[in-house]
């Protein structure tokens, strides 16, 4: 990660300099000339954003000229359309950027999408000024090993044999090739979680510059016709005067009143179609792919793919919050500031189930987009932190079209997949001024890291006076 105390690149004296920015090129979605005219920056917003981290190597080291646009009437997106040795630059060109990508690139990805519509302007500006961090702990705690079954606290060969050897024999781990395998695995693991910031920044920047979508109405921001009218209805009431939970719940499916599940549809049959369509497109495609998360193998990050903004963000902020807010107010459901959002895909030969595990979330919507497909039912016992948490475990089946909602330190798992695929959109909901207390991952005050995005939640903020009863 690029240390955030360290000196920032002066300021370029032109800005013909970021003109050649690959990193420009491909994060505007070829569409710089919305930001640029000659050699002039001609936003406001972009002239404050002057201090561009990459050009002083787009200016020595870029391995060959890149496109020059013209004037906004003269230049067209193929002007800009930049392949071949990009990945190598964009790459070269983060390893020697200074500082954070997010706050600069928010600020440049701020106009006119590739495909005519606008992307939330909002949720730019808010990348663009809020500094979301992660835990430390993230580079050496749960780390997870399918086959052993376990999650890992890993810092070195000593001290993985200190605390697991016992355990990671009775697993299966007996020989010494098992146990080189496993490290040089969790090594290789640590340093993708080091990586992965940086990387997904380049990984989105790209597929905006080169990705052409099959479905490209799902870019455009959320319409009130993708929605279930059941979930509109159960918002709505959420935010009406004198809403309270009793009403709130007549409106949604109880799954489990103990554990606290509810059910509700979310999209309209429709949208999941053509969400789905475009899923599998991007798929097929030749595209660079980053892990939805450090179980699943198989997916698809939304914030990489440039549907954060259009779709889960309003999502969360117009409909999930409020709704939240009224069912888990102790768990910060009415502080909700950022997330975390991917697709799951389980087939016959890739990813079939799910190990048990809670999420790094304070509250999670897990909604069915389809296809067909038997088995792959959710399993949840309780909370985390309770020591007979597996004991009972409630079996839920999904519903395509349907979001599941839960607090994160539920414990859970998906049982096999049978037959067919299922495809599933994640959002693991957070609150800052929860998770700034106490990082749900390694249990203590999380020591902050600066990251790109929405990082894992944290802010350096002083967290808002809120009601937690959980994780104390
Ligand atoms: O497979 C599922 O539906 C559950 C996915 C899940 O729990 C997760 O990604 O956190
Ligand atoms: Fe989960």
Not at 164 to 187: A, H, I, N, W
Not at 234 to 247: F, H, I, M, N
Request: glycine share 8%.
């Amino acid at each position: 990660m690029p240390n955030p105390s360290s000196p920032v690149q002066p300021a370029p004296r032109s800005c013909l300099r970021i003109h050649n920015c690959p990193v420009l090129h491909a994060a505007s979605g070829g569409s710089a000339k919305r930001f640029l005219v000659g050699d002039r920056v001609v936003s406001p917003a972009l002239s404050a954003s002057c201090d561009c981290p990459i050009s002083p190597r787009c200016d020595s080291g870029a391995t060959r000229p890149y496109p020059v646009l013209g004037t906004p009437s003269t230049s067209s997106r193929e002007d800009v359309f930049l392949r071949g040795p990009i990945q190598s630059s964009l790459t070269s060109a983060v390893k020697n950027c200074q500082r954070p990508l997010a706050a600069w690139l928010g600020a440049l990805v701020y106009g006119r999408t590739r495909y005519g519509g606008w992307r939330g302007r909002f949720a730019m500006a808010t990348a663009a000024q809020r500094r979301f961090c992660r835990c430390a702990c993230f580079c050496s705690q749960n780390l997870y090993v399918a086959r052993y079954g376990l999650h890992l606290h890993f810092r070195d060969e000593h001290q993985l044999r200190r605390d697991y050897g016992p355990l990671l024999r009775s697993r299966g781990c007996v020989t010494s090739k098992d146990f080189q395998q496993l490290l040089e695995e969790l090594e290789q693991e640590v340093g993708r979680r080091r990586r992965l910031g940086q990387e997904s920044v380049v990984r989105k920047a790209l597929i905006a510059s080169s990705y052409h979508p099959a479905r490209p109405e799902v870019y455009s921001s959320l319409q009130d016709a993708a929605l279930a009218p059941e979930f509109m209805a159960a918002a709505e009431y959420s935010t009406s005067p004198g809403a309270d939970l009793e009403g709130l719940l007549q409106r949604l499916e109880t799954v489990s009143e103990e554990k606290r599940i509810y059910r509700v549809p979310v999209f309209s049959a429709k949208f999941c179609q053509t969400l789905l369509e475009e899923l599998e497109h991007f798929e097929q495609s030749d595209m660079p792919k980053g892990r939805p998360n450090t179980m699943n193998n198989h997916g698809v990050l939304m914030y990489e793919l440039g549907l954060d903004d259009p779709l889960v963000t309003p999502l969360r902020e117009r409909f999930l919050l409020p709704l939240m807010a009224l069912l888990y107010p102790d768990y910060g459901g009415g502080y909700l500031d950022s997330h975390r959002a991917f697709v799951v895909k389980y087939a016959l030969g890739q990813d079939l189930e799910l190990g048990c595990h809670y999420d790094n979330a304070e509250l999670t919507l897990n909604v069915a987009l389809g296809k067909d497909f038997t088995g792959g039912a959710l399993y949840f016992g309780g909370l985390f932190q309770s020591p007979a948490a597996l004991k009972e475990t409630l079996e839920v089946e999904h519903v395509v079209g349907s979001g599941i909602l839960h607090r994160g330190g539920q414990l859970h798992g998906a049982r096999p997949l049978c037959k067919g695929e299922r495809w599933n959109l994640v959002v693991w909901l957070r609150a800052s001024a929860v998770r700034n207390r106490l990082c749900p991952m390694c249990c203590q005050k999380p020591e902050l890291v600066d990251d790109e995005g929405f990082g894992d939640g944290f802010t350096r903020e002083e967290p808002t006076t809120v009601d937690v009863c959980v994780l104390t």
